[in-house]
């Protein structure tokens, strides 16, 4: 899929503006973030490989927090995905639900997608997604 460069440019500018924890993973690489819109939902693919603790239940509110403001996208409208690449080369999807309250991220469930039906639609809109 085409890079969408003025998107590409702005999540740069973030990341230089911010000392996100979120920001400083994907210059290191432990992180490649993508999106894909749909029917006015932003899919939100957080790649990586293997456990990250960014992703651990002591962080995750904020993690998602930062991924919301880095991208610019509305905590209503987005869906935190990881994407993780285990050692033989398959993706396994984990979905990040939460609730939005006064402007914070609550109550994150993470629910690895595990129906084949999903998780067919989370590697074709992951397929679709372009690199932020």
Same mark, same amino acid.
């Given at each position: 899929m085409a890079l969408n460069r003025p998107l590409q440019?702005?999540?740069?500018?973030?990341?230089?503006?911010?000392?996100?924890?979120?920001?400083?993973?994907?210059? &290191?690489?432990?992180?490649?973030?993508?999106?894909?819109t749909m029917l006015g939902c932003d899919y939100i693919f957080v790649s990586h490989k293997g456990m990250h603790e960014l992703l651990g239940r002591k962080r995750i509110e904020t993690t998602i927090r930062e991924l919301l403001d880095i991208l610019e996208t509305s905590p209503h409208q987005s869906l935190v995905v990881s994407a993780d690449e285990t050692s033989n080369g398959e993706l396994v999807f984990t979905r990040?639900?939460?609730?939005?309250?006064? &402007?914070?991220?609550?109550?994150?469930?993470?629910? &690895?997608?595990?129906?084949?039906?999903?998780?067919?639609?989370?590697?074709m809109m992951f397929d679709c997604s372009s690199t932020c």
């Amino acid at each position: 899929m085409a890079l969408n460069r003025p998107l590409q440019q702005s999540v740069i500018q973030l990341h230089k503006a911010h000392s996100f924890d979120v920001a400083e993973a994907v210059q &290191r690489g432990e992180f490649v973030l993508s999106l894909s819109t749909m029917l006015g939902c932003d899919y939100i693919f957080v790649s990586h490989k293997g456990m990250h603790e960014l992703l651990g239940r002591k962080r995750i509110e904020t993690t998602i927090r930062e991924l919301l403001d880095i991208l610019e996208t509305s905590p209503h409208q987005s869906l935190v995905v990881s994407a993780d690449e285990t050692s033989n080369g398959e993706l396994v999807f984990t979905r990040y639900d939460y609730k939005w309250v006064q &402007r914070q991220v609550t109550d994150v469930v993470p629910t &690895r997608v595990t129906h084949p039906d999903q998780a067919d639609f989370m590697q074709m809109m992951f397929d679709c997604s372009s690199t932020c």
